[in-house]
């Protein structure tokens, strides 16, 4: 099938008014300049799961992006032989840019700042404080630096930095919507940008490209953390989905181990939970989805778990299909469908890094490292603005906004430089004169 055309409003570039087509698409720019901006290199240094400097191989928040980007095109490639669009590329270039305003050590040190924000700003609702989806925005849009000086932002398209905002409203009062006090996609400094985006769009409607992005990220969240940490030994899976006639004791003590762990965790939520569903859902999948042992380190099991990777990412993409509702399966004029089934599989397989990996003591303790790490930092800089880099501290001349200024800057530090500076501003480790822990 032809691919659908994007117009011209589709692909202008975000402050300078215009489309910029060369030998590369709109799109293609995007791509390339999310890929040469500072802010995505700097995504090597933070948490997927685990410290981006635990020893083993984990992955860190960049080589999740490029895994995400890389199971997105794929399914924008197969959409657009079906129904020719959504544009690959777009859809690459969101996903590639979906996590780019995460804070050193992942969501844990998205929490720590969104706390210290609060706290500070004071009040008995305090309102735009510190989300990392709501950071993409404002690095793509503002921080992060292109070719012109006068005009912020790395000038992507209208098309992309749609599809890359995942939760298209401001923050919500603490006694409303609790999704939208805890997850948002634009802080009130970035209100204009995010109108020019979506363009006198109302509502909470997504385009079709953030849709795959977003299923992207999910498949991609299941299929590698799990596999991270089936390595370490530390999720049971050999347990939890044997082979034919190997389930015995221990089997039944993990089944029950888990589901105890999603029922608790879904009460305190007040989200229903149907155990004898979500336990028949997990035995049909370990019909075909089985792993015979612990990981052994030997080369026929590595085979084996890329095998089972490989089969979990094509059940999960393979029954999808897009609702063609307008002229072109491009933008607003379709929807991404995804079996009931699918999305319930991924939602019990997520909670398996939850229960085995996050909420584990040894974790527990490092998470309260983290948040100290991360909120000392915000504070003593916003108390101390003369310790704002150079870039930050131009950008506080402009909006006068210390406490933002502040959390951008504690926002783009790598984990590394972050625990160097904390260190370093406590009194810890002086380090030395000659230390540059911005650079």
């Not at 609702?125 to 630096?145: I, K, M």
């Not at 999704?179 to 997504?206: I, L």
Request: charged share 30%; aromatic share 8%; glycine share 8%.
């Amino acid at each position: 099938m032809r691919p659908a055309e994007y117009s011209r409003h589709d692909r202008e570039q975000h402050a300078l008014g215009y489309a910029t087509e060369d030998e590369r698409s709109g799109f293609e720019h995007d791509v390339d300049r999310i890929l040469y901006s500072t802010q995505w290199r700097a995504l090597a240094g933070k948490s997927q799961v685990v410290a981006s400097a635990e020893l083993g191989i984990y992955h860190t928040r960049l080589t999740h992006s490029v895994k995400v980007a890389q199971l997105g095109r794929r399914m924008a490639e197969r959409f657009v032989r079906e129904y020719g669009g959504p544009s690959p590329a777009l859809v690459e270039a969101a996903c590639l840019a979906h996590d780019i305003g995460h804070p050193p050590f992942g969501h844990t040190g998205e929490r720590a700042l969104r706390k210290a924000m609060d706290v500070i700003r004071g009040g008995p609702d305090p309102v735009d404080s510190f989300e990392g989806n709501a950071q993409n925005l404002r690095v793509l849009t503002y921080l992060a630096a292109h070719k012109t000086a006068k005009l912020r932002g790395l000038h992507l398209t209208r098309a992309c930095l749609d599809a890359s905002t995942k939760y298209p409203w401001q923050r919500g009062p603490a006694d409303g919507d609790p999704e939208r006090h805890t997850k948002w996609g634009v802080y009130a400094a970035d209100r204009a940008a995010f109108d020019w985006v979506r363009d006198g769009r109302t509502g909470d409607v997504r385009p079709v490209e953030e849709e795959v992005m977003d299923w992207a990220d999910d498949i991609t969240y299941v299929c590698h953390d799990t596999e991270d940490f089936y390595r370490t030994g530390l999720i049971p899976l050999a347990a939890l989905f044997p082979p034919p006639g190997g389930a015995g004791a221990e089997s039944e003590r993990e089944l029950g181990r888990f589901l105890d762990y999603v029922e608790a965790k879904r009460s305190r939520l007040g989200r229903p939970f149907d155990r004898g569903a979500a336990a028949e859902l997990l035995a049909e999948f370990g019909r075909w989805w089985i792993v015979p042992a612990p990981f052994g380190g030997r080369h026929a099991d590595g085979v084996e778990v890329n095998t089972r990777t490989a089969k979990l990412i094509d059940y999960l993409t393979g029954g999808i299909s897009l609702d063609v509702g307008g002229k072109d399966a491009i933008r607003y004029g379709a929807r991404l469908v995804v079996p009931e089934e699918h999305r319930q599989l991924c939602e019990l397989l997520k909670e398996l890094l939850w229960c085995y990996v996050i909420e584990r003591p040894a974790l527990a303790t490092q998470r309260h490292g983290k948040e100290r790490i991360v909120s000392d930092l915000l504070v003593w800089t916003y108390e101390s603005v003369d310790l704002l880099p150079p870039d930050r501290a131009e950008e506080l001349d402009d909006h006068g906004d210390a406490l933002r200024a502040a959390a951008d800057h504690v926002s783009s530090l790598t984990e590394a430089q972050a625990i160097a500076l904390h260190r370093r501003l406590s009194g810890a480790s002086l380090g030395s004169v000659n230390d540059n822990v911005w650079i």
